[in-house]
Protein backbone atom coordinates (compact mmCIF):
# COMPACT_ATOMS: atom_id res chain seq x y z
CA UNK A 1 0.00 0.00 0.00
CA UNK A 2 1.23 3.34 -1.02
CA UNK A 3 1.40 6.08 1.84
CA UNK A 4 2.31 9.22 1.30
CA UNK A 5 3.42 11.44 4.20
CA UNK A 6 4.41 15.02 4.63
CA UNK A 7 6.29 17.53 6.80
CA UNK A 8 7.49 20.85 7.58
CA UNK A 9 4.74 22.82 8.09
CA UNK A 10 4.58 25.45 10.76
CA UNK A 11 3.80 29.32 11.52
CA UNK A 12 6.08 31.80 10.28
CA UNK A 13 5.48 35.81 9.91
CA UNK A 14 4.95 37.23 6.11
CA UNK A 15 8.25 37.43 4.29
CA UNK A 16 9.45 34.46 5.91
CA UNK A 17 10.73 31.04 4.66
CA UNK A 18 9.36 27.25 5.49
CA UNK A 19 10.76 24.01 3.75
CA UNK A 20 7.88 20.88 3.22
CA UNK A 21 9.57 17.89 2.92
CA UNK A 22 7.34 14.58 1.00
CA UNK A 23 7.96 11.03 1.06
CA UNK A 24 6.01 8.12 -0.61
CA UNK A 25 6.45 4.64 0.27
CA UNK A 26 5.44 1.34 -0.35
CA UNK A 27 3.51 -0.27 -3.34
CA UNK A 28 5.84 -1.45 -6.26
CA UNK A 29 6.29 1.81 -8.51
CA UNK A 30 9.95 2.81 -9.17
CA UNK A 31 9.06 6.68 -9.05
CA UNK A 32 6.14 8.53 -8.85
CA UNK A 33 4.12 11.47 -10.13
CA UNK A 34 4.28 13.74 -7.67
CA UNK A 35 2.63 17.33 -6.31
CA UNK A 36 1.77 19.77 -4.00
CA UNK A 37 -1.55 21.73 -3.53
CA UNK A 38 -2.96 23.85 -0.96
CA UNK A 39 -6.46 24.26 0.75
CA UNK A 40 -6.99 27.74 1.97
CA UNK A 41 -9.80 28.12 4.87
CA UNK A 42 -13.01 28.37 2.81
CA UNK A 43 -11.70 27.69 -0.79
CA UNK A 44 -11.41 24.76 -2.90
CA UNK A 45 -7.74 22.88 -3.03
CA UNK A 46 -5.67 24.03 -5.85
CA UNK A 47 -2.12 23.06 -7.74
CA UNK A 48 1.00 24.68 -6.12
CA UNK A 49 3.52 22.75 -7.55
CA UNK A 50 4.60 19.56 -9.58
CA UNK A 51 6.89 17.59 -11.39
CA UNK A 52 5.79 15.87 -14.19
CA UNK A 53 6.68 12.21 -15.03
CA UNK A 54 9.43 13.78 -17.68
CA UNK A 55 10.68 15.90 -15.16
CA UNK A 56 9.20 18.94 -15.96
CA UNK A 57 8.70 21.06 -12.80
CA UNK A 58 5.75 23.41 -12.95
CA UNK A 59 4.30 25.79 -10.81
CA UNK A 60 0.83 27.86 -9.78
CA UNK A 61 1.39 31.36 -10.96
CA UNK A 62 1.37 32.67 -7.29
CA UNK A 63 4.04 29.95 -6.38
CA UNK A 64 6.62 31.37 -9.32
CA UNK A 65 9.45 33.48 -8.23
CA UNK A 66 8.70 32.34 -4.41
CA UNK A 67 8.51 28.51 -4.39
CA UNK A 68 10.87 25.99 -5.75
CA UNK A 69 10.40 22.23 -6.03
CA UNK A 70 12.43 19.38 -5.97
CA UNK A 71 12.29 15.86 -6.43
CA UNK A 72 14.94 12.93 -5.23
CA UNK A 73 17.16 10.90 -8.05
CA UNK A 74 15.02 7.96 -6.51
CA UNK A 75 11.66 9.14 -7.54
CA UNK A 76 9.66 8.87 -3.96
CA UNK A 77 11.16 11.81 -2.03
CA UNK A 78 9.99 16.07 -2.89
CA UNK A 79 10.95 19.05 -0.96
CA UNK A 80 9.36 22.76 -1.76
CA UNK A 81 11.24 25.74 -0.84
CA UNK A 82 8.49 28.45 0.08
CA UNK A 83 10.06 32.12 0.08
CA UNK A 84 8.97 35.46 1.22
CA UNK A 85 5.54 34.07 2.45
CA UNK A 86 2.60 35.56 2.49
CA UNK A 87 -0.54 35.63 4.78
CA UNK A 88 -2.70 33.97 1.91
CA UNK A 89 -0.33 31.39 1.33
CA UNK A 90 -2.22 30.11 4.40
CA UNK A 91 -3.03 26.59 4.33
CA UNK A 92 -3.42 23.12 4.80
CA UNK A 93 -0.67 21.92 2.13
CA UNK A 94 -0.96 18.26 0.48
CA UNK A 95 1.29 16.01 -0.68
CA UNK A 96 0.35 13.55 -3.87
CA UNK A 97 1.64 10.82 -5.79
CA UNK A 98 0.70 9.65 -8.97
CA UNK A 99 1.47 5.99 -10.91
CA UNK A 100 3.86 6.18 -13.63
CA UNK A 101 1.10 6.34 -16.26
CA UNK A 102 -1.98 8.56 -16.06
CA UNK A 103 -4.01 10.62 -17.77
CA UNK A 104 -1.80 12.38 -20.29
CA UNK A 105 -2.16 15.69 -17.84
CA UNK A 106 0.41 17.80 -16.12
CA UNK A 107 1.90 17.38 -12.21
CA UNK A 108 -0.45 20.41 -11.71
CA UNK A 109 -3.65 17.94 -12.53
CA UNK A 110 -5.48 16.68 -9.79
CA UNK A 111 -6.80 13.48 -11.57
CA UNK A 112 -3.30 12.29 -12.29
CA UNK A 113 -2.75 11.58 -8.70
CA UNK A 114 -3.44 8.16 -6.99
CA UNK A 115 -2.41 8.69 -3.42
CA UNK A 116 -2.52 11.67 -1.18
CA UNK A 117 -0.97 12.52 2.39
CA UNK A 118 -2.71 13.88 5.58
CA UNK A 119 -1.50 17.96 4.66
CA UNK A 120 0.89 19.74 6.23
CA UNK A 121 -0.51 22.99 8.05
CA UNK A 122 1.33 26.23 6.94
CA UNK A 123 0.51 29.50 8.88
CA UNK A 124 1.79 32.77 7.45
CA UNK A 125 0.81 35.99 9.94
CA UNK A 126 1.35 39.63 9.33
Known amino acids: QVRVMESGGGSVQAGGSLRLSCVVS????????MGWFRRAPGKEREAVAG???????RYADFAKDRFTISKDKAGNGLSLQMNSLKPEDTALYYC?????WGFGGTSLDSVEYNWWGQGTQVNVSS
Open 26 to 33: GGHYKSFL
Open 96 to 100: AAGAP
Open 51 to 57: VDRDGTS
